[in-house]
């Protein structure tokens, strides 16, 4: 199982934002691209459970692929 989760930095907001499809309900932010994956670890594991994907005696690998976006303005004087 492969879940695709997409990431984008919000520059007003200073965090990343994760979002998926796959996963019904994710929805999340940090400051970090590196917190984001780890908070990602378990909300994904928890959302799959109660929206019944997998059960919750499941033993085996979730994986997730995470794609994130980030502009960023070079200001020229």
Not at 16 to 29: Q, R
């Amino acid at each position: 199982m492969i879940f695709k989760v997409q990431a984008f930095w919000d520059a007003e907001a200073e965090v990343w934002v994760a979002t998926s499809e796959d996963v019904l309900g994710l929805v999340t932010e940090a400051s970090t691209i590196e917190l984001l994956t780890q908070k990602l670890r378990v909300i994904i594991l928890e959302l799959i459970v109660l929206n019944q994907i997998v059960s919750r005696d499941y033993v085996g690998s979730i994986s997730f692929e995470l794609t994130s976006h980030r502009q960023e303005l070079i200001e020229v004087a």
